[in-house]
């Protein structure tokens, strides 16, 4: 078992900045891929950001490259999500998810889900 608890999200203008975290606990974080995805209101959850297990290879959906960064620190169990330029269309609850192996980019590939934490991008 794997407990993913995030922190960091709350409320921002559009074009600002905020850095998520979630913590891992329970199994040996580093052989865990890491995953962001996002739900907005009425939508179904999506693909943000992934990293491997070492963070030595990453990926993000068209939607947030050049401005979402997803690092890892595997000594502290953590991995970040670095938002920067943030929109309005960025708002939604934003969920941290582990899987052992490879990384993947869809929600059925994870095995380990936080909670969420909410993110609200003001126009």
């Known amino acids: 078992q794997v407990q993913l608890v995030e922190s960091g999200g709350g409320l921002v203008q559009a074009g600002g900045s905020l850095r998520l975290s979630c913590a891992a606990s329970g199994r040996t974080f580093s052989v865990l891929a890491m995953g962001w995805f996002r739900q907005a209101p009425g939508k179904e959850r999506e693909f943000v950001a992934a990293?491997?297990?070492?963070?030595?290879?990453?990926y993000y959906a068209d939607s947030v490259k050049g401005r979402f960064t997803i690092s890892r620190e595997n000594a502290k169990q953590l991995v970040y999500l670095q938002m920067n330029s943030l929109k309005p269309e960025d708002t939604a609850v934003y969920y941290c998810?582990?899987?052992?192996?490879?990384?993947?980019?869809?929600?059925?590939?994870?095995?380990?889900w936080g909670q969420g934490t909410q993110v609200t991008v003001s126009s």
């Open positions: 998810a582990a899987r052992p192996g490879v990384m993947v980019t869809t929600t059925v590939g994870y095995d380990f």
């Open positions: 990293i491997s297990w070492s963070g030595g290879s990453t």
